[in-house]
């Protein structure tokens, strides 16, 4: 035992031997390096103007901290400074490590659990700082002099930083800005705590805005990218004056208890934009995310997000609110979650083409701001399940509160009641083309003359029951939909369902239904016509669309959160894969791809016709610029090609893209350099092309498996790939 004790000692000594401690101000550019570990901040620490602090990957940094229960602590007493310590800069601090070498920043005692310092703060005047593979732990807000306070482990007050990559443990809070300057992005960063507790009250993750004095004319993107968020935040996750995008974002709060909560949106403050696509919350505790736009001008987005919370407690919502047109379209929801919204905010608030499957009392709650009355509301193509295993009474599909939406064309299963309508504000609730399957009691009514409900055209599994307050608008039916495959969740019409164009053409319908196939208008024009009713569109086709693969130039390895835009339609986003969906229609196209560290890309001429995808491969090239978009895009000005699948068999579609109109030849060549087929040999308009082999030859006999080559030329510039025939 007392050798061990000495050998414990001598540790010690040894690490206090070696270890520097520093403090004060850094007044000419400085480097740290691993090989002088740990370095140990015994002062407030400064990085004066015009001063360069280089942190090496491995190096490690500790800094003295003060028990978080204690605020006078981290506060200045006259001209003393805090117990807790920090740093402050002045200049910049230019922290790249590696995934393999991280650069730590950690507070300095043996009571982890208690003491934290107190971050890094970036003055207004500083230079933009950079941070890589970094991880910052316990970190507490504290003073930077007598009326200045630090919030967060990195408080870059400058209004700008590059970050990447790194990792933020039981922080107050990890990141903020009220300053911000430009568009801002955190890429592939972790946020988490565990246990974390605070005298102010839980942590949060992310403050990030303009001074609400400045009143920018334009606001600045904050881009939160394949983030991970986990543990117990509070609800605080934005700020004033930006547009922020969540984006192929992580929430976890599994290895928490049930008394987090996630707000990621705050419709009642003055944002900008708040968007979500993408976004995977894996929740036991309360929250919700949504979209909202505070200007009229503006719109914002929830698309293709999965939500999953399997506790029984309050259900996770989604939803949307604000002054613009709002979207929430392609989601997944699981569990005990629900859809609510604002519709008298904005103009037109369009929920579509989601999958709910709640064990909540209710799928959507409905309501309106009476302050507000010129938004309308548009419920369609959604698949709304209860799979509430008791099925009781109580349970509905809607609560309609102060609202009355345009509900058609969703298929709506499994719960007691079909709407509860509670209304102070005159009007009808309208609902069309509505499938109900599996219900356990007849139509609802509504809540008095004033505030009726509308069915028309709808399938029922039971005949209308009461009749309050209830238009029976007519074309209703009581009839077994005849789904493909309910108990397997195929929800789709099969041959001879009475559904089938049984259902209202209504004015605004969209071109689509759930899966994206047309919706198929029957009768003729200025006379009756017809669709199918609920979600699914019997016997239809793919509108027709583009997807493919963003890539990097030089590497070929997948580029993620990649943006792809065409006028006048929502925008998609890359996958980890660099792969994604564009289910846009038929057309001719100007697509725009844009990523804020490589160069924005025009793809002019991009056809897609319907029931097919045009396969777009995408070559991205690197950029300095970091700001997410480039006012003047360049159009690409070099070739590209690409072919999917590849390998392939037998047939195989290639994609490229054309800098100019000119004379074009597409070839394949053998192993052995012989040509053996020309697709092509025309003069070709600038843009996208796509063109599909059949692996024949010119004499139109098929080729034998193996190693070929396809040749793209146009004037002086040729680009060669290769492809795999495999039988």
Partial sequence: MKQLILLLLMAYCTIAMFAIEVGGHITQNTT???????????????IDAG????????????????HKNFNEYFDWDNNTEPLAKMIVVYGKIVAIGTEQSPITFDVHSDNTFYYRWGGIYMDESSSMSSFKYCKFNRT??????????????????????????CIFYNNYLGLRSENLMEDFVVFRCKFYSENDTYPEGPP???SIGVNEQNNPEAYYYCTMARCYFSGNPSKSMGGYHTNVLYLNSIFDDT????????????PWSDFGIYSAYGNLLLLNGYGSLGCTSQRSTDYAYARRNKIIKLTPTDPIRLGGDGLGDIHISDNYLHGSVKINSYPAHAPNTYIYNNIIETSYQMAFEVRSNTQYQDGEMRIFN????????????????????????????????GFGNYTYSLNTIPGESVFYNNVYFDMDSAPSNGSDAEHPINYGSNCFNLPFGYTDYIIDAGGNIVADPMFADSLGGDYSLIQGSPCIDAGAYLPDLPAFDIRYHKRISSGYSGGPRAVDMGAYEYNSVYIGGISGYVSDSVSGLPVDCAKIEIMGKLPEFSDTLGCFPYPCGAGTYTVKVSRWDYEDLIIPNVVVVEGEDTILNIPLQRSDVA?????????????????YPNPFNPNTTFSFILPQTGDTKLSIYNIKGQKVKTLTSAKLVQGHHSLVWNSCDDRGKPLASGLYFAKLEQGTQVKVHKLMLLK
């Fill in 32 to 46: 740290w390096t691993p090989a002088d570990n740990p370095y140990i901040v015994t002062s407030f620490l400064y």
């Fill in 51 to 66: 001063v360069t602090l280089t942190i090496e990957p491995g190096t490690e940094i500790r800094v003295y901290g003060a």
């Fill in 140 to 165: 507490y807000m504290c003073y930077v002099d007598y009326y200045t306070r630090s919030f967060a482990a990195l408080h870059f007050n400058n209004g700008f930083m590059y970050l990447r990559d």
């Fill in 204 to 206: 949060a993750y992310v």
């Fill in 255 to 266: 290895d928490a208890d049930n008394t987090s909560e996630y707000e990621i949106r705050e």
């Fill in 382 to 413: 959604n698949l709304i399940r209860s799979i509430n295993p008791d099925s009781l009474y109580w349970t509905q599909a809607f609560y309609v509160f102060d609202s009355h939406p345009l509900v058609f064309n969703n298929t709506i299963t």
């Fill in 627 to 643: 700001t997410e978009d480039q006012s003047t895009p360049p159009v690409s000005n070099s070739l590209s090609l690409s072919n």
